[in-house]
């Protein structure tokens, strides 16, 4: 079982920037695949962006390319997500979660995740 806490989340302006952290509750964190969703009020969960085991590789959802950045740090069982430019779109509620598959992180974007944390609320005013 491998429980994940997000944090991070707040209040921001438009163009402002956060950064969401992601901490998982486990000894083998290097054994997963890592992605962020988000959820904004009325719609679907879509896709932000995913990172290999051991944070090698990335891939990113056309709309976040240039604005958000994942990252890990595999000795401290987190997962980062850096959000710049932000705009008042972007408020949503933020997801991490974890793929203990061996299957390419290109296929995180359709969901499959294993393990999902609860989320961390995001606003973005104008």
């Known amino acids: 079982q491998v429980e994940l806490v997000e944090s991070g989340g707040g209040l921001v302006q438009a163009g402002g920037s956060l950064r969401l952290s992601c901490e998982a509750s486990v000894r083998t964190f290097s054994s997963y695949a890592m992605g962020w969703f988000r959820q904004a009020p009325g719609k679907g969960r879509e896709f932000l962006a995913a990172i290999t085991k051991s944070g090698s590789g990335t891939n990113y959802a056309d709309f976040v390319k240039g604005r958000f950045t994942i990252s890990r740090d595999n000795a401290k069982n987190t997962v980062y997500l850096q959000m710049n430019s932000l705009k008042p779109e972007d408020t949503a509620v933020y997801y991490c979660?974890?793929?203990?598959?061996?299957?390419?992180?290109?296929?995180?974007?359709?969901?499959?995740?294993?393990?999902w944390g609860k989320g961390t609320l995001v606003t973005v005013s104008s």
């Open positions: 979660a974890a793929d203990g598959s061996s299957r390419t992180i290109l296929l995180i974007k359709r969901g499959g995740m294993d393990y």
